[in-house]
């Protein structure tokens, strides 16, 4: 691996655009497939060495990251509607935390013994096509051309289609600590629904690194963003009272916004150009979550790209270059789109929906359907303990808007 300017090359094999959880994850299975070989530049305009987020998702096997995985849990603690308040074991899975500082180290330190692969430090300005029609990509320094393909976790859909559901998923978080015990570092709250829910689904999570130290996070499902002082003075009632913590500390502040929306992304948006991570529509828009979506996906494009051998039109054709106008959803995207629906239009309390799918299922049942691994018996027997009417009409009106775009 190199950083200094002068290694620099203009022509790369792969170029990835964004060396972040979906960005470095990629080279990373790169470098450890039978493209091993290939010269990669990375690029992004930070050199990662801040804690920017903190990585929550559940898991029935190890991971390649399993060594930096800074927490794990067999249960969790659900707080929902109808007083249904119980830590629940999760089974064959665990619940893990990994810090993305801790993440980026990894990897860097993973490739740091590739020459192949460099990082460059630069701003984005442009990906483009060069007039040899060869994907290359613009930053504030220079010109990389890429012979193969750029991989692109930098652009940002606007998500602004009216016919689609556009929720956000917003949150801010502290990392505080206490002087006196307060946690227990055993038991992490996953979902907290006993706050004001205004209409909305809002939640607390609380990830405890110790039993003094954790990561309290309120999070908003909703369409519109809130002022900084809402999410604070929050935080500070849910310390103070439900966790009946007087005096702490906050030692790091989390912030962010997840598009949560059903309106197909288009992965390939040109010949050797492809889209990874929430830029290729990774992010599973009911939940907001991606962590372990972008490491499944990314690990079958590797094999895919192996596959290829080069003849990487052939792979974009498999791929499917996504347009808007011919999507054809999958049952599990129905599903999503359906869940996303009832949410957004409030058809249903999102507390006592969640409260539903957790009390009166396994709850690690739950989490594979939240993963899209259950079959369709499993999802409509999970349906069944759903209210059904709010359901049935966010169907009717998902289906038939789905006929709608697609004949138009
Ligand atoms: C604070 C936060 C917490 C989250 N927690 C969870 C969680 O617990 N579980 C879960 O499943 N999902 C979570 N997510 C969702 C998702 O997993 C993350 O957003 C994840 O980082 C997405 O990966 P990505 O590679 O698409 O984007 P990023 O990790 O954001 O990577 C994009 C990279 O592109 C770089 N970049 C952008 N523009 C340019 C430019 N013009 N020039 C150069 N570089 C550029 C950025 O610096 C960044 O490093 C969280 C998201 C946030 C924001």
Redesign the pocket.
Known sequence: MSTASESYSSTYDFII?????????LAYYLSQSSLENAKILI????E?KEN??????WEAQPNAFDEIVRQKWNGVWFHGSRNFSQFLPIDEYQYK?IR?ADFYQFIYKAISRKNNINILI????SIEKDIDNKPQVK?VKGIYKASQIVFD??F?SPYTDTQYSQML?H?K?WVIETDEPSFDETKPTMFDFNVEQNDECRFVYVLPYSKTKALVEYTIFSDNLLEDSVYDNELKDYITHQLKIAHYRIEEV?????PMSDEPCIQIPDHGIVR?????G???AS????????QRILKNLVRDLEQAKGNFDSFEKEKKVWRKDTYIPNWKALLDSILLDVMLKNRHSSKDIFTCLFSKNRPAQILKFLDEDTSLLEDLAIMHTVPIIPFLKSAFVVIFRKIWLFLR
Do not use: P
């Open positions: 655009a964004g060396g972040g959880l979906a960005g470095l994850s690029i992004d305009q930070s990662k920017d987020k903190t990585w929550c998702f935390l993305s630069d701003s984005i300005l930053t976790s930098t940002r998923q949150f978080g989390e912030k962010g916004v997840i990874i991570g929430t830029s290729g990774y992010v599973k939940t907001g979550y991606s962590f372990t979506r972008t």
